[in-house]
């Protein structure tokens, strides 16, 4: 089971955000203004599992004409009485890769893959060692600092094993954020971004469907109408636990390396008061 | 705070990293943007690779940098490798019948070990959260491997340390020397493997060499222990080993930096550029020192010592303040991934 965030029809509303608070208790992560722009969410965290992005650009949509006039808008330039700004808006979430570099490298096994297919963190057992915080190619995961153990979406682990949809889904008034198995978001996924560029919106393309990807292919991907750098994605994550038979095997020469070395030196030296 | 105006013909002298910047190439904002502008290389300093064009979301990181803390992890690797490497140059003085340096570094390498354990738990946060950690045993979880190998390697080296102090039971001692020995290697170079298995740039583009990096490294910092403390006549194979310790950190460090490309940069920037020129310094004239002069005077030898651990120290430092430097930039993250693609790209077409 998984997610399609199609951020084509997202207002930006963050009722996710807020929905995933409420029915997850997750704390208040701090009011303030960043001065960066009307996102003051600012990133996904540890208290943050859904985080809706806001994205200012002169850029024409679609078919839209830059320079058309909007009803006098404040933001229209001068001349030509119009304006080209347009707002992208993007609900951001865990993406519950396939290959899970937080899920391999977490050293208590702490973190899980469910039977749904998602990554979950036990937080009984999360001894805080916050190995999987750098290890994730996507920057999601977070340690709290209150309590040092770490925190993420669950895609709502409690809701869909009780036949629900997660809470977000639930509450988006869009039909942004879409729930269900991973075969049939693909498939309409894919219906949509045909639709979507037969009416002239070039740049909608799909990001973390493939599961042939760097992750194995996302449980949460995206329809996005920009590079994935622009939202703040990766445009090319790794789950690096791909190299681990590599890092293993040049750790293992470097042991032997320096056994060998070393042996070497004593014996060229000999027992003490003998060569030197 | 802003100092930003708003004027009739615009906005006048709003931040740099307000609007966010567009996917270059496409209509709209040609050429896109550069993202933090003048934030290095701004002190006539020659610019190493050609300052990266690239988009991103207000200039924020695309990556979590790591949580830890310099003062236990960085430590925590100086002080890993100090025992590993200690072990074995301890069995070998051992089996060549140089008793003092031998339980000199025993010594130091239960007091690194204790201390890299101790740095590990306050990390952590508590004490019992270190039992979680033999919970499991993930080949995949270069921490799990790791704590299994400490798990072994502490009370190997603890009772070889404890039975040569005292004198009691030399069998169980010698054999302790040796199971320490043996497992001194591992403790050495899985800290490398653990650091390069995340997602930071400097730290997983440098894969390759790092192992090599943390092996010299350590080495250098137990020869280093030996000539401090050890008698000048028993230090002969240390200065060797100060020798090939200080010439493997330096090579495996450079090829590092030459090879990594874009993500070697912050070695050489910032927090992390001054510990790893530190680090090469204080390695560099230790190494010299300790060969040309550490056979004749105790003093000199002392010294040079020093100087090696202290070299040893600075490089780990780096090596963990340039991951955090390339983790908090989202250039390092985005140009590498953005070529890459692009390469893909490129070969699709064709």
């Known amino acids: ?276 | 705070m802003s100092e930003s105006e708003v004027r009739k013909d615009g906005v006048h002298g709003a931040r740099p990293d307000r609007e966010a910047l567009v996917g270059k190439g496409l209509p709209g904002r040609g050429g896109g943007g550069r993202g933090r502008r003048g934030r290095r290389g701004g002190r006539g300093e020659k610019a190493m690779v050609p300052e990266a064009e690239f988009t991103s979301y207000y200039g924020r990181p695309v990556l979590k940098a790591p949580t830890w803390k310099a003062s236990d992890v960085a430590a925590y690797l100086f002080l890993g490798g100090l025992a590993g490497a200690g072990s074995v140059l301890a069995a070998g003085a051992q089996l060549t019948g140089r008793p003092v340096a031998a339980r000199a570094l025993k010594i130091s390498s239960l007091a690194a070990i204790t201390g890299s354990t101790a740095a590990l738990i306050h990390d952590l946060g508590r004490p019992a959260r270190f039992a979680n950690m033999l919970r499991v045993m993930k080949p995949t979880s270069p921490m799990s491997m790791g704590s299994w190998i400490l798990a072994g390697y502490g009370p190997a080296a603890g009772a070889a340390a404890v039975l040569d102090a005292t004198g009691l039971f030399p069998r169980l001692g010698a054999a302790a020397t040796g199971a320490a020995a043996a497992l001194g290697p591992a403790v050495t170079t899985y800290t490398a493997v653990l650091i390069c298995d995340t997602a930071v740039p400097a730290w997983h583009e440098g894969r390759r060499e790092m192992p090599f990096v943390f092996t010299g490294s350590a080495m250098s910092a137990a020869a280093g222990m030996a000539l401090a403390a050890a008698p000048v006549r028993e230090t002969g194979p240390m200065r060797t080993a100060a020798l090939l310790g200080g010439v493997l950190e330096l090579a495996a460090a450079k090829t590092l930096e030459h090879r990594a490309g874009l993500a070697a940069e912050p070695y050489k920037q910032g927090k992390a550029g001054r510990f790893m020129r530190a680090g090469e310094i204080l390695s560099g004239a230790g190494t010299a020192g300790a060969v040309l002069l550490g056979g004749r005077s105790r003093a000199a030898a002392a010294l040079c010592g020093t100087a090696l651990l202290a070299g040893s120290t600075c490089t780990r430092f780096g090596i963990f303040h340039a991951g955090m430097q390339s983790a908090r930039d989202p250039k390092y993250t985005v140009v590498p991934q953005r070529e890459r693609v692009n390469a893909r790209e490129a070969e699709a077409r064709t």
């Open chain 1, 1 to 276: 089971m998984g997610f399609f965030t199609d951020t084509s029809v997202c207002i930006g509303c963050k009722a996710c955000e807020v929905a995933c608070k409420e029915w997850n208790s997750v704390p208040e992560d701090g009011l303030e203004f960043t001065g960066m722009s009307y996102d003051n969410t600012q990133q996904l965290g540890a208290d943050t599992w859904r985080h809706v992005a806001f994205i200012e650009q002169s850029k024409p949509i679609g078919q839209a004409e830059p320079g058309t006039d909007h009803g006098g808008s404040p933001g229209a330039a001068s001349d030509g009485g119009g304006t080209d700004m347009r707002w992208l808006m993007a609900s951001d979430v865990c993406k519950h890769c396939t290959h899970a570099a937080c899920l391999d490298v977490c050293p208590t096994g702490s973190l899980f893959r469910t039977e749904f297919g998602t990554v979950v963190v036990q937080e009984d057992i999360c001894n805080g060692c916050g190995y999987c915080v750098p290890a994730c190619p996507y920057g999601v995961i977070d340690q709290r600092k209150e309590d040092g153990r770490v925190w993420k979406c669950t895609l709502c682990y409690d809701r869909i094993g009780g036949g629900l949809e997660p809470a977000c889904a639930k509450a988006c008034p869009t039909d942004s954020i879409q729930y269900g198995p991973l075969d049939e978001l693909r498939e309409r996924a894919a219906l949509r971004v045909e639709q979507l560029h037969g009416i002239g919106v070039e740049d909608a393309r799909l990001y973390g469907h493939d599961p042939d990807d760097g992750v194995g292919g996302d449980g949460a991907f995206f329809l996005l109408l920009d590079e994935p750098e622009v939202y703040g994605l990766p445009p090319d994550p790794v789950v690096t636990t791909r190299d681990m038979p590599s890092m293993w095997r040049h750790a293992g020469v470097a042991a032997a390396a320096m056994l060998g070395g070393l042996a070497a030196v004593f014996a060229a030296h000999g027992r003490e008061g003998g060569a030197r």
